[in-house]
C-alpha cells in the first residue's frame, strides 16, 4: 500500500496542478483575496508514522475555519458537557456566516463549525478580557501537536478579517444579546480572528490532526489529547457539519470526516488509518477547496478509505 500511497499522492497533486478550473480565491478577506490560485499541496500521514508529501506541501497557508477543530478541543478540555448548552450538533445546511438561522433559533448556533457556533466556542475558551488567552490556547496546541514551534498567526490576515468582519461582529453581538456569550464581544471576536489567522502548512496541519485518526492520543507522543470517544464525536461533527451547506455532499463523494477553512485547507481523518491535509486556495461557491476536496475524492477513491468501508 506505502508504494502505491506515493503513487497516488504524486499523481493526485500532478493532476491538481494542471487542472484548468480552480474555483474562487475568498475576497471578503481582502488579504486572503492576493493568494494565487496556482497552489496545490497535500500531505498523507498513515497509522504508522509514514509521511507522503506532494506539491506544496510546506508552503504555509492561513488555516481560518480549519481552527474551529483545536477551539473545540480547547473547550471540551475546559468546559466537558457543558459546552452543549451554548452549541447544538446539528448540520445547518446553510452558510457558514448565515445570519437567518441564528435569530430563527433564539440565538443558539446549530454547530461548531459555523461561524457563530464557532464564535461561541472561542468566546467560552477567551478568558475574561484577554484575546490573546483564547487564540494563545489555540496556538499553543497546534505547536505542540504538529511538532513545530515555529507556528505563527498572520497579524496583516488579523487585521485584515477585523477591519471588514461586520458579520461576524453581527452574529456576536446578537448571540450576546441572547447571553450565548457571556465574556467581551471585542475580545471574543479578536481572539475569533487571530485563531484563523493561524498560518500552517499541510505538514503541520497532517500532523497536528494525527490524534483525530488514533482515538484521540497523538502517536508521536503518546499524549492523550482528548478522550476516545471525544475524538468519535469530533469526528462525526467534522463528518455532518464540516463543510456547511456542502457537508451532505462530501460525505457523499469523500465520506471521511473533514474540516474545510476558506484559506482554502481541509484537515481529514481516516480512522485507525490516516491524517490528510491538502490546500488549494480557489473555492466552490460554499467556500471549500474546489481542488482540495476533488484530491480528496480522488485519494478515497483510489484507497477505499471511508469511515463507510472500515475494511480499508
Ligand atoms: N475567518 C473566516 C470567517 O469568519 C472563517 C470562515 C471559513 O474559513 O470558512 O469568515
Redesign the pocket.
Known sequence: MDQDLATIVRETATEMALAPVRGRVADY?PELAKLSDRHFGMVVITADGAEFAAGDADLPFSI??ISKVFALVEAMASHGEALWQRVGREPSGGA??SIVQLEAEGGKPRNPFI?PGAIAVTDLITDGDDPRAGAGRILRLLRQLSGNGGIAMDGAVAYS?AAT?HR?AALAHFMKAHKVLSGNVEATLSAY?HQ?AIAMSCRDLARAGRFLMNDGVDPASGQRVVSAEQARRINALMLTCGHYDASGDFAFSVGLPAK????GGILASVPGRASIAVWSPGLSPQ?NSLLGTRALERLASATGWSVFNPNR
Open positions: 478577506i481560518q475555519s457558514f456566516n461561524n478579517e468582519g461576524n480572528f484563523c474545510s477553512g476558506v484559506g467556500g
